[in-house]
């Protein structure tokens, strides 16, 4: 855990001992934006799950995380794109692999749109 959301959490629980409805007290903005996602969507009428996370996922479970199948987690598994370990027979991804492989590919779909909506204003093909 981080030195800053460490610091946030003793903070939180430092100010849920004290008394009365209302507290106040200083938090990190990485913090206090998860916190306004969360009011934000109990506003909206919105379900809020929270869930623990493993370390680790099979393959399985990596494609349904990614929205993808599970073949094309393997293909990435083994063109290197995706690391993993065995365990016996069986595979393991780091969910933080995951998570970066997500945020990698979304930089690149991003770019490559971007490149492509100056191609077609280059060509004169959008309005």
Same mark, same amino acid.
């Given at each position: 855990?981080? +030195?800053?959301?460490?610091?946030?959490?003793?903070?939180?629980?430092?100010?849920?001992?004290?008394?009365?409805?209302? #507290?106040?007290?200083? #938090?990190? %903005?990485?913090?206090?934006? *998860?916190?306004?996602?969360?009011?934000?969507?109990?506003?909206?009428?919105?379900?809020?799950?929270?869930?623990?996370?493993?370390?680790?996922?099979? +393959? /399985?479970?990596?494609?349904?995380? #990614?929205?993808?199948?599970? +073949?094309?987690?393997?293909?990435?598994?083994?063109?290197? /794109?995706?690391? *993993?370990?065995?365990?016996?027979?069986?595979? %393991?991804?780091?969910?933080?692999?995951?998570?970066?492989?997500?945020?990698?590919?979304?930089?690149?779909?991003?770019?490559?749109?971007?490149? *492509?909506?100056?191609?077609?204003?280059? #060509?004169?093909?959008?309005?």
């Amino acid at each position: 855990m981080s +030195p800053v959301l460490q610091r946030d959490r003793q903070a939180l629980h430092r100010a849920l001992e004290s008394d009365g409805d209302e #507290l106040s007290l200083s #938090l990190s %903005r990485e913090t206090v934006e *998860f916190v306004a996602q969360v009011v934000d969507a109990q506003v909206n009428g919105q379900e809020i799950v929270f869930s623990r996370v493993p370390k680790e996922v099979s +393959p /399985e479970d990596a494609a349904k995380m #990614l929205g993808v199948s599970r +073949p094309y987690v393997r293909k990435l598994m083994d063109q290197g /794109e995706l690391p *993993f370990r065995k365990v016996g027979s069986h595979h %393991r991804i780091a969910v933080a692999d995951v998570k970066a492989w997500h945020a990698r590919e979304r930089k690149r779909r991003h770019e490559a749109l971007v490149r *492509f909506s100056e191609l077609e204003n280059d #060509l004169g093909l959008s309005e």
